[in-house]
């Protein structure tokens, strides 16, 4: 069984920053593709940015330039730093891991962004 705890989210104006972590814990085996999704009211869930093994990143088009991904594997754990957040960047933000084919999510943390 894998976990994956979340915490970071919050209430921020626009312009700010936040930092999100998640922390996997239970059977975790080698290094995995770790990561963020989000959902806004009323919309499917979406990528954010993903971490795979050997350190490569991907990030959605909406977030490149202010948000960025990095883990310690060592403590399985995966970070978002966010900045210059906007409104639209509103949404529960998911932690994600992907382990031998299985597809692992966080409860979520909201992060909202006020104007």
């Known amino acids: 069984q894998v976990q994956l705890v979340e915490s970071g989210g919050g209430l921020v104006q626009a312009g700010g920053s936040l930092r999100l972590s998640c922390a996997a814990s239970g059977s975790i085996a080698g290094i995995n593709t770790m990561g963020w999704y989000r959902q806004a009211p009323g919309k499917q869930r979406e990528l954010v940015a993903l971490?795979?093994?050997?350190?490569?990143?991907n990030y959605a088009d909406s977030v490149k330039g202010r948000f960025t991904i990095s883990r310690d594997n060592a403590k399985n754990t995966v970070y978002l730093q966010m900045n210059s957040l906007k409104p639209e960047d509103t949404a529960v933000y998911y932690c994600?891991?992907?382990?031998?084919?299985?597809?692992?999510w966080g409860q979520g943390t909201q992060v909202t962004v006020s104007s």
């Open positions: 971490t795979m093994p050997g350190s490569s990143t």
């Open positions: 994600y891991l992907l382990q031998s084919a299985r597809h692992h």
